[in-house]
């Protein structure tokens, strides 16, 4: 079983990058792609310079979606 798939076969190749999107308020804004390496995901993004200050969520896709809450400052 692999840590980034756990509910997939364990055959199934473990997965090598993942979409992050900014989502606020129904909106979704493509960041780019990051890599995964040894299960983790470590990346830097810029929040596009339409987001409003408030409440948003990073979005990271690939066969799952995961979503961390954050709060963009003016």
Do not use: F
Request: glycine share 6%.
């Amino acid at each position: 079983m692999c840590n980034d798939t756990p509910n997939d076969p364990p055959a199934e190749a473990p997965w090598r990058e993942v979409t992050v999107e900014l989502s606020q308020d129904g909106e979704s804004h493509t960041l780019g792609t990051a890599s995964i390496e040894d299960g983790r995901l470590d990346t830097e993004v810029s929040v596009p310079a339409d987001a409003r200050p408030g409440s948003a969520l990073l979005v990271g896709r690939t066969d799952a979606t995961y979503t961390v809450d954050l709060t963009i400052e003016d």
